[in-house]
């Protein structure tokens, strides 16, 4: 079974960036496809960006925009998700989960992803 392990959360004033990294272990990434979820205190969660099992195929919320990018690095079984132009609506514990795919599709985020890390903790002031 998959372990996770979020990194790379800080404090950033708007405009910054940051780059979130998703380590995984326990098993070998290049099967399953990683998704970045985000929760905002009072909110619910939401999916940011999810990535195909070898890297071929992303998507991506409504609200990214152009400003995050999502890439893998299979052989360092690890995830990453750089994230410009932040504005405090980006605020929120970002986390990263996995999800067992047999081909190169883009799961839907109400999939049933698993894996889940502690998350990382993102703040954006204005």
């Known amino acids: 079974q998959l372990q996770v392990v979020e990194s790379g959360g800080g404090l950033v004033q708007s405009g910054g960036s940051l780059r979130l990294s998703c380590q995984f272990s326990?098993?070998?990434?290049?099967?399953?496809?990683v998704a970045w979820f985000r929760q905002a205190p009072g909110k619910e969660r939401e999916g940011v960006s999810c990535?195909?099992?070898?890297?071929?195929?992303?998507k991506y919320a409504d609200f990214v925009r152009g400003r995050f990018a999502i890439s893998r690095d299979n052989a360092k079984n690890t995830v990453y998700l750089q994230m410009n132009s932040l504005e405090p609506e980006d605020t929120g514990t970002y986390y990263c989960a996995a999800l067992l795919m047999f081909n190169e599709y883009v799961p839907p985020f109400h999939d049933q992803f698993g894996s889940w890390g502690q998350g990382t903790q993102v703040t954006v002031s204005s």
């Open positions: 990535i195909s099992k070898g890297g071929v195929a992303t």
């Open positions: 326990g098993d070998t990434l290049k099967h399953y496809a």
